[in-house]
């Protein structure tokens, strides 16, 4: 089975997805920022909060919405087409044969550590085990680690107050400017004293435009790691 083409359909209907998705909530800022019907002033309106304030920050609510529901998404995709890749591996070399020549699998102790690091490394170091280095790969390896965060933060959100989730400490301690991060949080952190009780994780800010990075970085990755696979390799050697 060829799940480097399903993988190529999974990321080009998020790109379609999001796209078609975002148009309404695009419109409905558009149309309040150019005062068009719906959204024209109220006559005689005094109020000292811009009119259709609401309507705008809800329309923004739904895109961030939309955002982390993509990047869940491809979060996803890269780790089932890693996970199909492995899993190819030991089908066609056999657990047996991978255990006798000193690599072991995934859930071997030897690779526990790396795991506890999360999916990705835990993978990562599995693929060095075979002569296989990452960062030997085209794509941002930083911001694909990054997308997985924001997927965890996305789905496991600790703020009630809003729909927008927040990094975790962890993660801005490790990417303090990370590509994800809101501008405007960073900046307000930037101006706050070490230690405030202001001082709080930015929101995630998942874009159309940074979407369209995260999953171009996908594809080179993928691309670029089912063309090192050793079964494929060692036949193409062989012919």
């Not at 020549?101 to 526990?112: D, Q, R, V, W």
């Amino acid at each position: 089975m060829d799940y480097l083409a399903f993988t190529g359909r999974r990321t080009a209907f998020l790109r379609a997805f999001y796209k078609d998705a975002s148009v309404p909530f695009h419109a409905v800022r558009a149309k309040i920022e150019a005062h068009e019907e719906p959204y024209a002033d109220p006559p005689g309106y005094e109020d000292a909060e811009p009119p259709f304030l609401g309507e705008w920050m809800e329309a923004g609510d739904a895109l961030d919405v939309l955002g982390q529901s993509v990047a869940s998404l491809l979060s996803q995709t890269l780790k089932l087409y890693i996970e199909r890749w492995i899993g190819e591996l030991r089908k066609r070399a056999g657990d047996e044969q991978l255990v006798k020549a000193g690599i072991g699998l995934p859930n071997s102790p030897s690779f526990k550590s790396e795991f506890k690091n999360g999916w990705f490394a835990g993978y990562r170091a599995y693929c060095r085990a075979l002569d296989i280095d990452w960062s030997e790969s085209p794509a941002d390896l930083a911001l694909l680690e990054q997308l997985i965060l924001a997927r965890n933060s996305a789905q496991h959100s600790t703020d009630i107050t809003s729909v927008r989730a927040r990094q975790t400490e962890s993660e801005t301690t490790r990417f303090p400017n990370g590509f994800f991060a809101d501008t405007f949080d960073l900046r307000w952190n930037e101006s706050m004293t070490p230690g405030s009780r202001f001082l709080l994780p930015p929101h995630l800010d998942i874009s159309g435009d940074k979407l369209a990075r995260a999953l171009d970085e996908v594809d080179a990755f993928c691309s670029w790691l089912d063309a090192q696979h050793p079964m494929r390799r060692s036949s193409h050697s062989a012919s």
